[in-house]
């Protein structure tokens, strides 16, 4: 089985301009979360769907919005960007079946860099 | 913001010693994972422990959970180069599950 598949893996962009990232979960899983990876530290919560409602959404200016459409897969996109913007962008599926396991299984990332 | 930290932030060690990383963290929670990353690339889930449990061993893996003192430990026994990643506590507060909150993990180097 395949698993959780991003794109595109590499990035780049100047400042202002706008990007969209994808994610495809695994198959089954309903529940998708994207997080931050700045270099040197750990990864940051940005937003959860699940069923394609907003579940969660962490601590991220609104230039951040995430979707996730009918077959689970989602898109986060990121308007006027800053150079602070640059990082691995990690998007993680979870079946939520596990009750309160909440285990999430990671994409390879996508390496953003803004110019 | 991050949930705690883990320490040390990097450790070296040769191939068939014991690593051992600790984890602390702010808030209650219900159970704590640990995820290796390689080089940048996506992280992998290793183990959880909920809390309600004291210990748990998976493999060459041993995590401890002490709730007293809002900390946790990983055992990487008789580790191997293969081993060499960054490591990553995440704690998990919310009962329906939306976000890990990740501590700033540890870079384990195992040189053979």
């Known amino acids: 089985d395949a698993g959780v598949t991003q794109s595109p893996t590499h990035l780049i962009k100047t400042r202002g301009q706008h990007v969209t990232l994808r994610c495809s979960p695994i198959s089954g899983h309903k529940s998708v979360s994207w997080y931050q990876q700045v270099l040197g530290q750990g990864p940051q919560f940005i937003f959860q769907?699940?069923?394609?409602?907003?579940?969660g959404r962490g601590n991220f200016p609104d230039r951040f919005s995430a979707r996730q459409f009918p077959n689970y897969s989602s898109e986060l996109n990121v308007n006027a960007l800053l150079l602070g913007d640059s990082a691995l962008y990690l998007c993680?599926?979870?079946?939520?079946?596990?009750?309160?396991?909440?285990?999430?299984?990671f994409g390879a990332g996508t390496r953003l860099s803004v110019l | 913001s991050q949930q705690g930290e883990e320490d040390p932030q990097a450790l070296s060690i040769q191939e068939g010693e014991n690593a051992t990383m600790n984890c602390s963290y702010k808030?209650?929670?219900?159970?704590l994972q640990w995820y290796r990353q390689n080089s940048g690339r996506g992280l992998v889930h290793l183990i959880l422990?909920?809390?309600?449990?004291r210990e748990k061993h998976s493999g060459r893996l041993r995590v401890t959970l002490d709730t007293s003192k809002k900390s946790s430990s990983l055992l990487i026994t008789a580790s191997r180069a293969a081993d060499t990643a960054s490591y990553f506590c995440a704690t998990d507060a919310d009962q329906a599950g939306t976000a890990l909150i990740f501590g700033k993990g540890t870079t384990l180097s195992v040189s053979s």
């Open positions: 422990i909920r809390s309600n449990e």
């Open positions: 769907y699940y069923e394609k409602e907003e579940r």
């Open positions: 993680a599926s979870s079946s939520l079946r596990e009750g309160a396991k909440n285990i999430q299984y």
């Open positions: 808030t209650s929670i219900n159970n």
